[in-house]
């Protein structure tokens, strides 16, 4: 930007950064965040998406009683959002020349969210949503930190972002359809 606050740039001195720090890959000098930083965070992200997995397909899994078989799918639908989720930001760890922390050892620690099984479908039900209401508040945090030092991390949260609220939106009416029935827990 120029002080007129038109666009302008030096193309010349684009090219010649691009030449220099090559092992750096997509991290240029224009890179408005701190690479270590956003690492750090986004493997928080890859933690908690891997927790959401996990719980979700045990409750797909294990989920009960006459009502459970279309709560089974969401929670299955769930799931493999939740992975894509995580293959998303590894990825953007990955092109920020970071390594995804997929080591299941202090797992529960770096995530956000908590593995709770829930005694009965309608607990299931409630620890996702609580799950979600996690991501859905730390989500919009990263957005906002992000901003427009790290746009495309920034698009990528909000991504997320946006399904984590479909889905803490899913849970809710399921709740308010279940909350009555309370199937017997195995």
Request: a negative charge; glycine letters at 4%; proline letters at 2%.
């Amino acid at each position: 930007m120029t002080a007129n606050g038109s666009f302008a740039t030096d193309i010349q001195a684009i090219r010649k950064r691009a030449r220099e720090h090559l092992e750096q890959g997509a991290v240029t000098s224009n890179y408005g965040s701190d690479v270590e930083t956003s690492i750090r965070l986004l493997n928080e992200v890859v933690a908690t998406e891997i927790v959401c997995i996990l719980r979700y397909r045990y409750h797909a899994i294990a989920a009960t009683g006459i009502a459970s078989e279309s709560v089974k799918e969401e929670f299955e639908e769930h799931a493999r959002e939740e992975e894509q989720h995580l293959i998303w930001v590894a990825e953007r760890i990955n092109q920020l020349g970071g390594k995804p922390n997929l080591n299941p050892e202090g797992l529960s620690q770096r995530s956000a969210s908590e593995y709770v099984e829930g005694n009965d479908l309608v607990d299931m039900i409630k620890e996702n949503l609580v799950a979600e209401r996690i991501a859905v508040e730390t989500y919009r945090d990263m957005v906002r930190y992000f901003a427009d030092k790290d746009p495309t991390t920034r698009v990528i949260l909000e991504r997320v972002l946006a399904q984590e609220e479909e889905h803490a939106n899913d849970m809710q009416d399921l709740l308010s359809a279940h909350e009555g029935m309370q199937p017997a827990a195995h």
